[in-house]
C-alpha cells in the first residue's frame, strides 16, 4: 500500500523559510508524480508544485515560481518543498500526494494516494 508522510511544517514570520518533507513508501514510484498541494481555511485545495519521480522535471503554480523548490532524494524515497520569502497568504495546510502518472494535473481529484498534511503559518 503507497503511503506518503509529510512533516517540516511550523510558524515562520513573513520573509522566512521551511522546508517540507513528503516521505514516499509502498512502491518503487518509477513513472509517478509526487506533487504539493496546500489549503487555506475556507477556501479549496490548491495545486503547488509538481515533481515527475523519474525524471525530474518539475512545475509550479504562478504565485511559487521563484520562491519554492521541489526536489527528490531517490535513495531516501522522500521530496522535498524549499519555501523561500513566505508571505502570509501561504499560511495553509500542506498535502503531499502521489499518483501513477507522470502528467502535470493540477486538480486534486487525479491523486489518488495523500498525506495527512502539515500545517505553515506565517505570521510576525
Known amino acids: 500500500q503507497v503511503q506518503v508522510v509529510e512533516s517540516g511544517g511550523g510558524l515562520v514570520q513573513p520573509g522566512g523559510s521551511l522546508r517540507l518533507s513528503c516521505v514516499a513508501s509502498?512502491?518503487?514510484?518509477?513513472?509517478?508524480?509526487i506533487v504539493w498541494f496546500r489549503q487555506a481555511p475556507g477556501m479549496e485545495r490548491e495545486f503547488v508544485a509538481h515533481?515527475?519521480?523519474?525524471?525530474?522535471?518539475?512545475f509550479y503554480v504562478d504565485s511559487a515560481k521563484g520562491r519554492f523548490v521541489i526536489s527528490r532524494d531517490s535513495a531516501k524515497n522522500t521530496v522535498f518543498l524549499q519555501m523561500n520569502s513566505l508571505k502570509p497568504d501561504d499560511t495553509a495546510v500542506y498535502y503531499c500526494?502521489?499518483?501513477?502518472?507522470?502528467?502535470?494535473?493540477?486538480?486534486?481529484?487525479?491523486?489518488?494516494?495523500w498525506g495527512q498534511g502539515t500545517q505553515v503559518t506565517v505570521s510576525s
Open positions: 500526494a502521489t499518483s501513477p502518472s507522470s502528467l502535470v494535473i493540477r486538480s486534486a481529484g487525479a491523486y489518488s494516494y
Open positions: 509502498g512502491g518503487t514510484f518509477s513513472g509517478y508524480s
Open positions: 515533481i515527475n519521480w523519474s525524471s525530474g522535471h518539475t
